[in-house]
């Protein structure tokens, strides 16, 4: 087997992926890949295609990984290299082990449920990573709009499904089932592409997003922060009649228990609008936490800790082992781990306006925004995404949130340290944003949510349906390899 060829058809899948955003060279690689898989006869060597295809697809998908070593570069770039091929091999590992389970299927049949159980476990193994999974090649194309159907794990599956059945027809001269397929494929464009770009209505409530560009090698300097806040502070004071205002992730520069001048400023500054800003802020048993405050002049602080923590920037695993090797001044300007919040939370801006919130990495998980028992009118994300780079990561983070707002028929509004901050409508359509790098505010109307989806409501159930059918149709019908 070469092993070129199936690592450069894993790069080529990747493309689909922004900055690119080439997702039909994307469909073009997953047919590719379902017709070279078949050379591969022995159970060992379908694993390892696989794990060839992933290693590809992962490198070129996950480059940006290589940038927080960077900020530090003296310290830590070295660890660059490394890093980026570590959580590649991870991560095709999935893919290989998976698809080493159902070789006994036939190679394509290991390709498509290998992959697609990977994609699914990936997501919360070793506490998850679900960055970068197939459905998200396809969040700018109308199929992504299946999202709201299929959910991120179940989309996946159906793309491989749609390509293993017509390239079948194909090579069994079904060519009337073909054009078939071919006709409901054109329907399903058809309908996503309708609802791409329906109209958005908004609501009667206004949203500041604030964005004050801090590069991450300025943003805790001691003489640049206070900068930096009173940036945030001058562009709330200007702010017209809005509901709610939003500041980026860890906005201001001291510990919220010890920023008691700072809270005064902002209160000033608002004039009696609520405040969403980010902070550190040490709990009752002094643990570090990474939370999202909702601030109200009249009236209590609302906080949401993170729950869904970054490895090596919010905490550090293997502790022990990493931490002889000098990780331990990665995890943040504290030198300590934080502690993980209790899980996904509405918090309440007025009575008829709540909203969900996001602090940066939570937004990958797609079943975070079910876990509430009652569904939100609004998502808010804060995030610093200069960590990310300029390359890819600030982009794929801003794809992501498109898949949450189809997904769940719910419209984001992300306010971003460096950006991208925007506003996305409930069927994933940026209504407004502003650039990476750039200081900044947005002022717009919320957009209205849409009924709650089929994935909203039902979760991965339909991509658990498919799995056990796929499985039991493999089992009945053996001729097809």
Same mark, same amino acid.
């Given at each position: 087997?070469g092993?070129l060829?199936p690592i450069? *058809? %894993?790069? !080529? @899948? $990747?493309?689909?992926h922004?900055?690119f955003n080439?997702? =039909?060279l994307?469909?073009?690689?997953?047919?590719?890949?379902?017709l070279?898989i078949?050379?591969?006869?022995?159970?060992?060597?379908?694993?390892?295609?696989?794990?060839?295809?992933g290693m590809?697809y992962?490198?070129?998908?996950?480059n940006?990984i290589?940038e927080?070593?960077?900020?530090?570069f003296?310290s830590?770039?070295w660890?660059a290299?490394f890093?980026?091929?570590f959580?590649?091999?991870t991560?095709?590992?999935?893919?290989?082990?998976f698809?080493?389970?159902?070789?006994p299927?036939?190679?394509?049949?290991?390709l498509?449920?290998?992959?697609?159980?990977?994609?699914?476990?990936?997501?919360?193994?070793?506490?998850?990573?679900?960055?970068g999974?197939?459905?998200s090649?396809?969040?700018?194309s109308? *199929? %992504?709009? !299946? @999202? $709201?159907i299929?959910?991120?794990?179940g989309?996946?599956? =159906?793309?491989?499904v749609?390509?293993?059945?017509l390239?079948?027809l194909?090579?069994?001269k079904?060519?009337?089932?073909?054009?078939?397929?071919?006709?409901?494929l054109?329907?399903l464009f058809?309908w996503?592409?309708?609802?791409?770009?329906?109209?958005?209505?908004?609501?009667d409530?206004t949203?500041?997003?604030?964005?004050?560009n801090?590069?991450?090698?300025?943003k805790?300097?001691?003489?640049?922060?206070?900068?930096f806040?009173n940036?945030m502070?001058?562009?709330?004071e200007?702010?017209?009649?809005?509901?709610l205002?939003v500041w980026?992730?860890?906005a201001i520069?001291?510990p919220?228990?010890?920023?008691?001048e700072?809270l005064d400023?902002?209160?000033?500054a608002?004039s009696?609008?609520?405040?969403?800003? %980010?902070a !550190?802020r040490?709990d009752e048993?002094g643990?570090?936490r990474?939370s999202?405050?909702l601030n109200?002049?009249?009236?209590?602080?609302?906080?949401?800790?993170?729950?869904?923590?970054?490895?090596?920037?919010?905490?550090l695993p293997?502790a022990?082992f990493?931490g002889?090797?000098?990780?331990?001044?990665?995890?943040n300007?504290?030198?300590?781990?934080f502690t993980?919040?209790?899980?996904?939370d509405?918090?309440?801006?007025?009575?008829?306006l709540?909203?969900?919130?996001?602090?940066?990495?939570e937004?990958?998980?797609?079943s975070?925004?079910?876990?509430?028992a009652?569904?939100?009118?609004?998502?808010i994300?804060?995030?610093?995404d200069?960590?990310?780079?300029?390359?890819s990561?600030p982009?794929?983070h801003l794809?992501?949130?498109?898949?949450?707002?189809?997904?769940?028929?719910?419209?984001?509004?992300?306010s971003?340290?460096?950006g991208?901050?925007?506003?996305i409508?409930?069927?994933g359509?940026?209504i407004?944003?502003?650039?990476?790098?750039?200081?900044?505010?947005?002022?717009?109307?919320?957009?209205?949510?849409?009924?709650?989806?089929?994935?909203?409501?039902?979760?991965?159930?339909i991509?658990?349906?498919?799995?056990?059918?796929?499985?039991?149709?493999?089992?009945i019908?053996?001729?097809y390899y």
């Amino acid at each position: 087997m070469g092993y070129l060829r199936p690592i450069s *058809l %894993g790069a !080529l @899948l $990747a493309v689909g992926h922004a900055p690119f955003n080439l997702w =039909f060279l994307s469909f073009s690689a997953i047919c590719l890949c379902f017709l070279d898989i078949v050379k591969q006869r022995k159970r060992s060597d379908i694993a390892l295609y696989v794990m060839l295809l992933g290693m590809g697809y992962f490198i070129l998908t996950l480059n940006w990984i290589a940038e927080p070593f960077f900020v530090d570069f003296r310290s830590h770039a070295w660890i660059a290299p490394f890093a980026i091929f570590f959580i590649s091999v991870t991560m095709a590992f999935f893919w290989c082990a998976f698809s080493y389970i159902f070789a006994p299927f036939g190679a394509r049949w290991a390709l498509l449920l290998g992959i697609a159980t990977a994609e699914y476990f990936r997501s919360f193994v070793l506490t998850g990573f679900p960055w970068g999974t197939i459905a998200s090649l396809f969040v700018n194309s109308p *199929l %992504g709009q !299946l @999202l $709201a159907i299929f959910g991120p794990f179940g989309l996946g599956l =159906f793309v491989f499904v749609l390509v293993m059945y017509l390239i079948f027809l194909v090579e069994t001269k079904k060519f009337s089932s073909a054009v078939g397929g071919i006709f409901v494929l054109s329907l399903l464009f058809l309908w996503g592409f309708q609802r791409q770009n329906h109209e958005v209505f908004f609501t009667d409530k206004t949203i500041l997003l604030v964005q004050p560009n801090a590069p991450q090698s300025e943003k805790w300097d001691e003489n640049l922060a206070p900068v930096f806040f009173n940036r945030m502070i001058e562009t709330t004071e200007q702010a017209n009649d809005v509901n709610l205002i939003v500041w980026p992730e860890s906005a201001i520069y001291k510990p919220l228990n010890y920023a008691d001048e700072l809270l005064d400023a902002i209160n000033e500054a608002s004039s009696g609008v609520p405040v969403v800003f %980010g902070a !550190l802020r040490y709990d009752e048993g002094g643990n570090l936490r990474n939370s999202l405050v909702l601030n109200k002049s009249s009236d209590r602080q609302l906080v949401y800790d993170k729950s869904r923590l970054v490895p090596f920037g919010e905490y550090l695993p293997f502790a022990g082992f990493l931490g002889n090797l000098g990780l331990n001044s990665m995890v943040n300007s504290y030198g300590s781990s934080f502690t993980r919040g209790h899980g996904a939370d509405l918090i309440e801006v007025e009575p008829d306006l709540y909203f969900q919130p996001l602090i940066c990495y939570e937004a990958i998980f797609p079943s975070i925004l079910r876990a509430t028992a009652n569904r939100a009118d609004l998502i808010i994300q804060i995030t610093n995404d200069a960590w990310f780079g300029r390359f890819s990561g600030p982009y794929q983070h801003l794809e992501i949130l498109k898949m949450r707002a189809i997904e769940t028929g719910i419209p984001v509004a992300r306010s971003a340290n460096t950006g991208i901050s925007a506003v996305i409508s409930a069927n994933g359509k940026i209504i407004d944003s502003l650039p990476l790098e750039t200081q900044g505010s947005l002022e717009l109307a919320i957009p209205q949510a849409l009924k709650p989806t089929f994935y909203f409501t039902w979760g991965d159930s339909i991509f658990f349906m498919m799995i056990l059918s796929l499985i039991t149709m493999r089992l009945i019908v053996k001729r097809y390899y």
